[in-house]
């Protein structure tokens, strides 16, 4: 094991799992209070889709993505009438279409097919530099907006009419944190996949829901969760010849079922 791990490509995944993972688990407590759940899925299918188009149209597939995710968040930022058309009927179509073009373009792309299954699952041990590069890039804006702006995005996450009435402007902070989603999704699409990518984003939340009642404790045990799991998930991929991502996957289910079964025996 260890002589794998002083392997540039075997620590460049890691890296890019852990920051991926632990950056969707920190947004994902968002996710989850909003309940905007959804979002994340139609935005990573969106995600998706950008890839598949780059491999198409034989460009850079990271370009591709950014570019299609917002535009999903255009798409879902437009005011929508509730009686003719709903904000979660967008986002079915979002998420329909974008799912099926995205196995049209693969199906007529013999380079797409043979990524398809990534685009799912996704193989992390793909990661170049450029990759890391990018993907580092962009975790070091998101963080930096959020050191700026955090309380204004907790305040229009936990009570948007009274962070208005405050003066604060939910509109522009609820488009900075879907912007926020779409640039992480984006970038690291074409190695983590849709699976690994829309786990992150809730799993680790609802971990952190179980043990933490403070904010500040439950974001960083939505963010340690990540961690742990990433890394565990890692070593029993290697160990036991199995896909990353979907391993990281799996351990973060048990440890949720872990979780929320002893937060309930300890209630008894």
């Not at 947004?27 to 998706?48: D, E």
């Not at 998930?233 to 799996?250: N, R």
Request: glycine share 8%; charged share 10%; proline share 3%.
């Amino acid at each position: 094991m260890w002589e794998v791990v002083q392997e540039p490509f075997f620590q460049m995944a890691l890296l890019n799992a852990l920051l991926t993972g632990c950056l969707c688990g920190y947004l994902g407590v968002f996710v989850v209070l909003k309940r905007i759940v959804f979002v994340s899925v139609a935005l990573s299918q969106m995600a998706a889709l950008g890839v598949a188009v780059g491999f198409f149209m034989g460009i850079y597939p990271r370009v591709s993505a950014m570019a299609f995710t917002m535009l999903g968040i255009v798409l879902l930022a437009m005011p929508y009438s509730e009686k003719n058309t709903s904000r979660e009927s967008i986002l079915g179509y979002i998420y329909a279409m974008a799912a099926v073009t995205a196995v049209v373009l693969i199906a007529k792309n013999p380079i797409g097919e043979a990524h398809g299954l990534d685009l799912v699952c996704g193989n992390v041990l793909y990661t170049t530099q450029k990759d890391l590069i990018m993907l580092i890039v962009i975790v070091l804006a998101v963080v930096v907006l959020h050191l700026f702006y955090f309380k204004e995005f907790i305040f229009v996450s936990f009570d948007r009419d009274t962070a208005q009435t405050t003066g604060i402007k939910p509109g522009v902070f609820e488009f900075l944190l879907y912007i926020s989603f779409g640039l992480i999704i984006s970038v690291s699409m074409q190695t983590s996949g849709v699976m690994f990518i829309f786990a992150s984003l809730v799993i680790p939340a609802m971990i952190g829901l179980c043990v933490a009642r403070h904010i500040f404790r439950v974001f960083f045990s939505a963010v340690v969760s990540a961690a742990v799991c990433v890394t565990a998930g890692f070593y029993v991929s290697y160990v036991c010849d199995l896909p990353s991502s979907s391993t990281i996957v799996l351990f973060y289910g048990v440890l949720f079922l872990s979780v929320k079964g002893i937060t309930f025996l300890a209630k008894k």
